[in-house]
């Protein structure tokens, strides 16, 4: 029987894992082993180059849609705050901030369905602005918005998008019914399509089986998706989630793993829910991440970005970049403007995956 560390070896080799493999024993195998070999994968394909990034809130509250795990749907009771689109100067003041601090991309994210009218012409303004006034590279979350908005998002000086399809196909009915999985899929081949690059992932800790990550990861590398944002659930009162046990620390760092090796060569990046690991989060750049969302997560606090880059710096990884270099499509499979590898076979690896 192939050892994990075998497996791993395999999978350095160019083996890649897929559906009609036995992927069960993710599961149950011994979790010191899988993370150290999840690691490993890291280490080949991502070296030691942590991507952070941070996001705000464009415009919080009202969405409408019934995602159960969200703090700023209508149909929950949260007593989140609400506003519309930010002040432009706001916006900008924070990715400036943030661009100071070290942080590598920056994303505005806003509630409801989709961005349109007025606030979505604020948005591209904003983008216009920081993509003449910053280096800073910049993401969107806007929803389901049209082919149309993702070409002059682009034309913005936007290169990557972010759309979670949040579970496996199988559990997406219990986690929200007011918009389907397919639609999920749909946005993300369009905005693929339009050049742009997609981070893509989910929420664990909703109910769902070891077996729906395992189909989520399938499906994410089904999709060439190369920045995996995972999120561990932070139960939030008012939701139907709110009385969720915590995922624990195991589980987190499993799960973690088994995404690194079902996507090699994507970013995993640790997102929501740090609070629930120990040493901030410390020992999933152990076990298979090479990424991470830094700076307030949204409804939840997350880390900082000084805190983020001092722990990093003390395990030994880099989390600065060279901009302004277009990447090789065949290095990073995004082709954007964005911070590219000394060399695809370097050990200094400052490869760019969006």
Same mark, same amino acid.
């Given at each position: 029987?192939?050892?994990?560390?075998?497996?791993?070896?395999?999978?350095?080799?160019?083996?890649?894992?897929?559906?009609?493999?036995?992927?069960?024993?993710?599961?149950?195998?011994?979790?010191?082993?899988?993370?150290?070999?999840?690691?490993?994968?890291?280490?080949?394909?991502?070296?030691?180059?942590?991507?952070?990034?941070?996001?705000?809130?464009?415009?919080? #509250?009202?969405? #409408?849609?019934?995602?159960?795990?969200?703090?700023?749907?209508?149909?929950?009771?949260?007593?989140?705050?609400?506003?519309?689109?930010?002040?432009?100067?706001?916006?900008?003041?924070?990715?400036?901030?943030?661009?100071?601090?070290?942080?590598?991309?920056?994303?505005?994210?806003?509630?409801?369905?989709?961005?349109?009218?007025?606030?979505?012409?604020?948005?591209?303004?904003?983008?216009?602005?920081?993509? *003449?006034?910053?280096?800073?590279?910049?993401?969107?979350?806007?929803?389901?918005?049209?082919?149309?908005?993702?070409?002059?998002? *682009?034309?913005?000086?936007?290169?990557?998008?972010?759309?979670?399809?949040?579970?496996?196909?199988?559990?997406?009915?219990?986690?929200?019914?007011?918009?389907?999985?397919?639609?999920?899929?749909?946005?993300?081949?369009?905005?693929?399509?339009?050049?742009?690059?997609?981070?893509?992932?989910?929420?664990? #800790?909703?109910?769902?089986?070891?077996?729906?990550?395992?189909?989520?990861?399938?499906?994410?590398?089904?999709?060439?998706?190369?920045?995996?944002?995972?999120?561990?659930?932070?139960?939030?009162?008012?939701?139907?989630?709110?009385?969720?046990?915590?995922?624990?620390?195991?589980?987190?760092?499993?799960?973690?793993?088994?995404?690194?090796?079902?996507?090699?060569?994507?970013?995993?990046?640790?997102?929501? #829910?740090?609070?629930?690991?120990?040493?901030?989060?410390?020992?999933?750049?152990?076990?298979? !991440?090479?990424?991470?969302?830094?700076?307030?997560?949204?409804?939840?606090?997350?880390?900082?970005?000084?805190?983020?880059?001092?722990?990093?710096?003390?395990?030994?990884? *880099?989390?600065?970049?060279?901009?302004?270099?277009? !990447?090789?499509?065949?290095?990073?499979?995004?082709?954007?403007?964005?911070?590219? !590898?000394?060399?695809?076979?370097?050990?200094?690896?400052?490869?760019?995956?969006?």
């Amino acid at each position: 029987m192939t050892s994990i560390m075998e497996l791993a070896e395999e999978i350095i080799r160019g083996k890649r894992l897929g559906r009609k493999d036995d992927l069960s024993f993710f599961k149950t195998c011994d979790i010191k082993d899988l993370t150290q070999a999840a690691d490993k994968i890291r280490a080949h394909f991502k070296g030691d180059y942590i991507d952070l990034c941070t996001i705000i809130n464009g415009r919080s #509250g009202r969405c #409408g849609e019934n995602c159960k795990f969200c703090a700023q749907s209508a149909h929950n009771h949260t007593g989140c705050e609400e506003y519309s689109f930010l002040d432009e100067e706001k916006i900008i003041a924070e990715a400036r901030a943030n661009q100071d601090e070290g942080v590598n991309r920056f994303a505005i994210v806003t509630a409801g369905r989709a961005l349109t009218g007025q606030d979505f012409e604020k948005a591209l303004h904003v983008y216009q602005r920081m993509h *003449k006034e910053l280096s800073i590279n910049l993401c969107a979350s806007m929803g389901f918005i049209s082919r149309e908005q993702f070409r002059r998002l *682009k034309e913005a000086g936007v290169t990557s998008y972010h759309h979670n399809i949040e579970t496996s196909r199988r559990n997406f009915p219990n986690i929200c019914t007011s918009h389907s999985y397919d639609m999920k899929i749909e946005t993300i081949k369009i905005a693929q399509e339009e050049g742009l690059c997609v981070c893509s992932g989910g929420i664990i #800790g909703m109910g769902e089986t070891f077996e729906d990550r395992i189909d989520m990861a399938l499906s994410l590398q089904e999709l060439g998706i190369r920045s995996i944002p995972i999120n561990a659930l932070m139960a939030i009162p008012g939701t139907p989630f709110e009385k969720n046990t915590p995922l624990s620390e195991e589980e987190i760092l499993r799960t973690l793993a088994t995404f690194r090796f079902i996507n090699p060569e994507a970013n995993i990046r640790l997102a929501a #829910g740090r609070k629930l690991l120990s040493e901030n989060g410390k020992k999933a750049f152990e076990s298979g !991440c090479s990424a991470t969302i830094t700076g307030n997560m949204l409804t939840t606090s997350g880390s900082t970005i000084k805190g983020d880059i001092k722990m990093l710096s003390e395990m030994g990884r *880099k989390t600065s970049t060279r901009k302004g270099t277009a !990447c090789d499509s065949s290095d990073c499979g995004c082709g954007c403007d964005c911070n590219c !590898c000394d060399s695809a076979n370097s050990g200094d690896h400052l490869q760019e995956t969006c």
